[in-house]
């Protein structure tokens, strides 16, 4: 095939969400535009790390499953992220590697065994314009995506991209990305109206295991345990960052993430660290996590290190 | 208020300027919107504007948190002198007062024996002031409405309310700039697009903009390519 011939992988179910992504949009966030992004964005990055694309190569967000995809041409893609119970035709496939797929196989991501979101990345990413800096596309916003209308994935789409001819090499990675602990804790940075927690409530913030409740998507995910209030319960509407977590009234968390809107106006205790968000985008509904306060240092060392670390755990297999 | 810096997350830090809402506080809102934006330069990522605060979005690889508060509080020594290059711009929309696109006008006309009218006249004799852009794209939360228009948001919100349409939640008023779910007062609507693609920028109108609304005929709201469907979001 030529260089330049594109390829296609079509989208033959779309199931519990099939959605492109990158790092997300910014510098519009005074335009009232949201931020979105992979929620998971240290698989992203794996992903396209183990096809030697550049960190935030468009790649595909699958979520919980129910999802079936097949490739015009013959490539070889990479997955990193959860593992979805996904077949390649009949032979089981793990993520943390590259994968070599014949034009017309089936690849199918069943349910969740461990995580709730895997990444899918192809030679060079995906091609799809980006507007405003980025492909993303987010609920009551009308761009980004495919098609550029703001819509995820549906069954039918095919998505473009360089059938580049590259030689495959079969990477794979030391330590794929697993959430195996029973209860996830949960990095957080405390700060903003953390003094506005009567004692009992701070001691349950960070003491208690919550459980993530199954209202869980991109915009936010609500935690459930003993009740926490802030002797603030409503403010003026301010400005909101990715993992910033909310109190409201009824004392339940909310965690808010990539796709939340850019403000609002409840109390928050602090915000969850970059690589504490990632991990929230593999915890599914009825998952225990804890919440644990850390230093800012801390926190910028240990993404710094994630990050670096992404390239040196990958190995030929 | 004394300004207080605050962190909000690992690249973030949030500015509060200001203890209560107020018209008089967007001009300083800007000004320290511009200059923040003029020192910072590559440094940042996204500045989120929004009645008393501003919540900055730095780069960590170019910019410690210590060297970001230093330039906040620099900023903040600096005197107000007016706005400099980015002006308050003045925004007319034009609005078909109507109950059809407007099922709340009837609400509101009755504090005034019905007189429609009335409730026309206090809401676009106000000049508003765009307070922060949010909830979506190009929605801007204006204020202050006159006390008697004040009006709390719908017990239970609409699914749908109508792109252009104008709505009252308490002291504050609004455009839809699409279909959107919301639970504001509906009282007319406009023909202008509030976010448009096309358009550089995007947004009709940002943080501290000044808006008028100007009523027009039917006629006119139809001329200026208006989209005069009745109402039918009522459902729940």
Not at chain 1, 39 to 51: E, G, H, P
Not at chain 2, 138 to 167: C, H, N, W, Y
Not at chain 2, 197 to 214: C, N, Q
Request: with cysteine; proline share 6%.
């Amino acid at each position: 095939m030529s260089p330049s011939a594109k390829a296609h992988c079509h989208i033959e179910q779309a199931g519990g969400g099939c959605r492109l992504q990158d790092a997300g949009r910014f510098g519009v966030r005074h335009l009232g535009l949201g931020q979105g992004g992979a929620f998971d964005s240290v698989s992203m990055r794996q992903a396209n790390q183990l096809l030697g694309n550049v960190p935030d190569a468009v790649v595909m967000e699958i979520t919980l499953g129910q999802v079936c995809l097949s490739f015009s041409h013959h490539t070889t893609i990479a997955l990193a992220g959860a593992d979805l119970k996904t077949r390649l035709d009949d032979q089981p496939v793990a993520p943390g590697r590259t994968i070599e797929l014949k034009a017309g196989q089936r690849l199918f991501f069943q349910a969740p065994r461990d995580g709730a979101r895997t990444y899918l990345a192809v030679p060079d990413g995906f091609d799809v314009t980006a507007e405003l800096g980025s492909i993303t596309a987010i609920a009551r916003e009308p761009l980004g995506g495919l098609h550029q209308d703001g819509r995820p994935l549906v069954k039918g789409d095919s998505v473009p991209f360089k059938a580049s001819g590259r030689p495959a090499r079969y990477m794979e990675m030391n330590e794929p990305w697993r959430c195996t602990d029973s209860v996830m804790t949960l990095d957080v940075l405390p700060g903003m109206q953390a003094g506005t927690l009567r004692g009992e409530s701070l001691y349950r913030a960070y003491q208690q295991r919550w459980r993530v409740d199954e209202r869980a998507d991109s915009m936010g995910v609500r935690l459930t345990g003993e009740p926490i209030h802030s002797l603030e319960p409503q403010m003026i509407s301010e400005g909101i960052v990715a993992g910033a977590i909310q109190v409201p009234p009824d004392g339940q968390p909310i965690i808010l993430a990539n796709d939340r809107q850019t403000i609002g106006g409840y109390p928050k205790i602090g915000a969850l660290t970059p690589l504490a968000l990632a991990r929230l985008g593999q915890c599914l509904p009825g998952r225990c996590v804890r919440l644990k306060p850390v230093s800012r240092a801390g926190a910028l060392a240990a993404w710094r290190d994630a990050l670096a670390g992404i390239a040196s755990a990958i190995h030929a297999s | 208020m004394t300004p207080v810096i605050e962190r909000a997350g690992l690249d973030s830090v949030m500015i509060r300027l200001f203890d209560t809402i107020d018209v008089s506080n967007m001009d300083m809102l800007l000004s320290v919107v511009d200059t923040l934006k003029a020192e910072l330069g590559e440094a940042l990522i996204d500045v989120t504007p929004s009645y008393t605060t501003v919540l900055l979005h730095y780069d960590v690889y170019r910019m410690g948190e210590a060297a970001v508060r230093g330039v906040i509080q620099q900023v903040l020594r600096q005197p107000v002198s007016g706005l400099s290059g980015n002006e308050a711009r003045t925004h007319v929309l034009p609005v078909w007062y109507d109950s059809s696109v407007g099922p709340e006008l009837d609400l509101l006309a009755h504090r005034f024996d019905g007189d429609f009218q009335e409730v026309i006249t206090r809401h676009q004799q106000m000049a508003y002031r765009v307070f922060a852009l949010g909830f979506a794209p190009g929605f801007g939360f204006m204020g202050v409405v006159d006390e008697q228009l004040e009006t709390p948001r719908l017990a239970t919100p609409r699914k749908r309310v109508p792109k252009g349409s104008i709505g009252i939640a308490g002291r504050q008023t609004a455009a839809y700039p699409a279909d959107l779910p919301g639970g504001w007062n509906i009282i007319g609507r406009t023909p202008v697009a509030l976010f448009d693609r096309t358009r550089e920028g995007y947004t009709l109108y940002r943080t501290g903009d000044v808006v008028r609304f100007e009523a027009v005929s039917r006629q006119t709201f139809l001329d200026l390519g208006g989209d005069a469907t009745p109402f039918a979001g009522g459902d729940a």
